[in-house]
């Protein structure tokens, strides 16, 4: 626990489930209120929600496509009208569809770039017009992937996506550092979460995505939701720009593992 995170606000998307409820509950243990973002599941927001009073934080849900203007700016009024301000900005919500590139309809290409880059985005400039305007030392924290680094044949958006939210992410940090606003990166590898779900239930594949992390397992959306609290600590305050890995090793070319190649 850091003990300056308490009664700090943190607007978190896509927090009804997954990793963003892992660091909802996660901010509800250092004491801090929560704007829990929904997109269509309001039950995983409440319980979510419920779960960060019961840690000892304050939560409000608050349903929003982060990848509309409206959906972002109703999250910053969220958090300035519940909780009287913003402190932390986490841009987690995403998606992700398997299909080749060449039958890849200009509508799953647009679906995922608009939630997980053009949300970010969205998410971000509002969080610095906050920041700005108030005078504030903000945190920006963006949900990345392995796959800002690792190509991924047949999820091109997402991995273009991820690319993205990379050099954003670093653009971004330079562009506001005189300012006090420090905006890093979480690239989780695979991590037990629905977005997996179907995935991980397959005895093969679970082995087969195994075979790829030199720690030999998957990973815990808890694990993730505590670098996200590290990063929106004052422990990491000389850190803006970076992306920090939680995948077990997954982006350590993990096929050259006992001296291979
Ligand atoms: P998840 O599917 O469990 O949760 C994603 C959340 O985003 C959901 O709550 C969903 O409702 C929300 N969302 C989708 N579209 C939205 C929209 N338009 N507006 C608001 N919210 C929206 O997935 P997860 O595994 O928890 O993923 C969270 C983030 O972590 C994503 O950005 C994902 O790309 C990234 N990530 C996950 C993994 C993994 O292995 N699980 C690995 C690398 C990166």
């Known amino acids: 626990v850091y003990s300056e995170l308490k009664n700090r606000v943190a607007v978190v998307t896509g927090g009804s489930k997954g990793i963003g409820t892992a660091i909802s509950e996660r901010f509800g243990k250092e004491g801090m209120k929560v ?28 349903q929003a496509d982060i990848g509309s203007e409206e959906g972002a700016q109703k999250l910053i009024d969220a958090a300035v009208n519940n909780f009287g301000g913003l402190d932390i900005w986490v841009n987690n919500a995403g998606m992700e569809n398997q299909v ?4 890849m309809s200009l509508e799953d290409w647009n ?3 608009n939630v997980n880059l053009t949300g970010v985005f969205l998410g971000t400039k509002m969080a610095l017009r906050y920041f700005t305007d108030h005078n504030k030392k903000g945190n920006i924290i963006n949900m990345s992937s392995v796959h800002e680094q690792i ?22 940090a330079m562009e506001y550092a005189k300012q006090n606003i420090r905006v890093n990166a979480i690239g989780p590898g695979a ?14 594949q679970k082995a087969t995505t195994t075979s790829m992390i030199p720690m030999g397992r998957i990973g815990d959306p808890e694990e993730v939701a505590a670098a996200a609290a ?5 422990e990491s305050s000389y850190v803006t720009g970076i992306t920090m ?12 593992q006992g001296g291979r190649g």
Not at 43 to 61: F, H, L, R
Not at 151 to 172: D, I, N
Not at 245 to 256: I, K
């Open 100 to 103: 080749a590139t060449k039958d």
């Open 111 to 113: 679906r995922v770039i």
């Open 35 to 62: 704007v829990i973002n929904y997109h269509s599941d309001e039950k995983g927001a409440q319980e979510a929600a419920d779960a960060v009073k019961k840690n000892g934080g304050d939560a409000v849900i608050v």
């Open 151 to 172: 190509p991924w044949p047949t999820f091109a958006h997402y991995a273009a996506s991820k690319g993205g939210v990379k050099l954003f992410t670093e653009t971004v």
């Open 230 to 234: 590290w990063l929106a600590s004052d």
């Open 245 to 256: 890995f939680v995948d077990g090793g997954m982006t350590l070319y993990p096929s050259f």
């Open 191 to 204: 991590i037990n979460t629905p977005i997996n779900a179907k995935k991980f239930a397959d005895p093969e």
